[in-house]
Nanobody, 124 residues
């Protein structure tokens, strides 16, 4: 599975962005998908995840209520809608795929495939 993330950019605090991650391959619908982020000097942080079916979603505490993850298996795409952005959301955002069929995986080491990252910068 190859993943291509896009949609990052520069936005003011309080604004919104939508990230997209397109996957290659016919087995996208069998993978749980996650979004992670990493700021300079920080560890990679779990942001949001969605089960292979889309029925289950789960979020990091810092983004709960502001971000929404969704997927369209027909388009091999997972999305991250980010609202009420804050300067602390500034980071490189990565999408990742996890193939064990478990729900709620938050450890980045459990993910099998990674996209290249897209920069999100939130100005105050």
């Amino acid at each position: 599975v190859q993943l291509q993330a896009s949609g990052g950019g520069l936005v003011r605090a309080g604004g919104s962005l939508r990230l997209s991650c397109v996957a290659s391959g016919r087995t996208f619908s069998t993978y749980a998908m996650g979004w992670f982020r990493q700021a300079p000097g920080e560890e990679r942080e779990f942001v949001a995840g969605i089960s292979w079916s889309g029925r289950n979603t789960y979020y990091g505490d810092s983004v709960k209520g502001r971000f929404t993850i969704s997927r369209d298996n027909a388009k091999n795409t997972v999305y991250l809608q980010m609202n009420s952005l804050e300067p602390d959301d500034t980071a490189v955002y990565y999408c990742a795929a996890e193939g064990s069929l478990r729900v709620g995986v938050r450890d980045p080491h459990e993910y099998d495939y990674w996209g290249q990252g897209t920069q999100v910068t939130v100005s105050s």
